[in-house]
């Protein structure tokens, strides 16, 4: 078989798709150009390993393993986002240390000061976020400036609500979840952690009493 033939050949299957595809309906061509778009589209699988979570998921102290067991449900990890992608580190390493590396960018914890430019480095990036979900709004952190929280924030108050406040962190869900703390049903109560809690809110001046009240109001009847 010689290659001229081959050449040939090739040239013939690819006639022979074409054809097949012209004959389809439209909507079936429609579809098909579709899906084709979105699988190219969508963001890299999850890494095959992360030491990161087989390491913590077997700890004893829940202050360590939980996180691990509650990203298992995180919009992130859904994403094929894993734990380097926020807290750096070499998620491939066989050691704690190797793992930890600090050349490898990684932190730990970051303090309360930081977070909103913790969670801004991506969603803040439009070029980024369009991977994932191109109809989120990626001013979030600015906008947070503008609020109470940031404001207070930014005066050096560590007590006060950031984004890991309302949307919890290694378990974050879909504003769509039903089981989100975020999900309208909820919101209410993710307020009330704080808003609702008399000893955490006396230095700030600012009553309990309110989630209480907004139970019974109209808006709450309208709303459950």
Do not use: W
């Amino acid at each position: 078989m010689n290659a001229s033939f081959l050449v040939q050949r090739r040239k013939g299957a690819k006639e022979n798709q074409r054809h097949i595809f012209a004959s389809l309906p439209l909507c079936a061509r429609t579809t098909l150009a579709f899906v084709v778009l979105l699988m190219l589209s969508m963001p890299a699988s999850a890494q095959k390993k992360s030491s990161c979570i087989d390491c913590h998921v077997k700890l004893d102290d829940p202050r360590l393993s939980n996180p691990a067991k509650l990203f298992d449900n995180d919009v992130h990890r859904s994403r094929g986002l894993s734990c380097n992608d926020c807290h750096g580190g070499d998620p491939n390493a066989d050691t704690s240390e190797a793992a930890k590396d600090p050349s490898k960018g990684y932190l730990g914890k970051p303090r309360t000061a930081d977070i909103p430019a913790y969670c801004g480095k991506c969603h803040s990036d439009a070029n980024l976020m369009k991977k994932f979900n191109p109809s989120l709004r990626v001013d979030q952190e600015s906008e947070y400036y503008t609020s109470v929280h940031g404001k207070l924030l930014k005066s050096g108050e560590q007590k006060v609500a950031t984004c890991i406040s309302c949307h919890t962190v290694h378990g974050i869900r879909a504003v769509s979840d039903p089981l989100s703390s975020v999900y309208p049903l909820n919101v209410a109560d993710t307020c009330a952690k704080c808003h609702g809690n008399a000893d955490y809110m006396r230095n700030f001046k600012i009553p309990s009493d309110q989630v209480t009240k907004f139970r019974t109001s109209v808006h709450a009847k309208a709303l459950y």
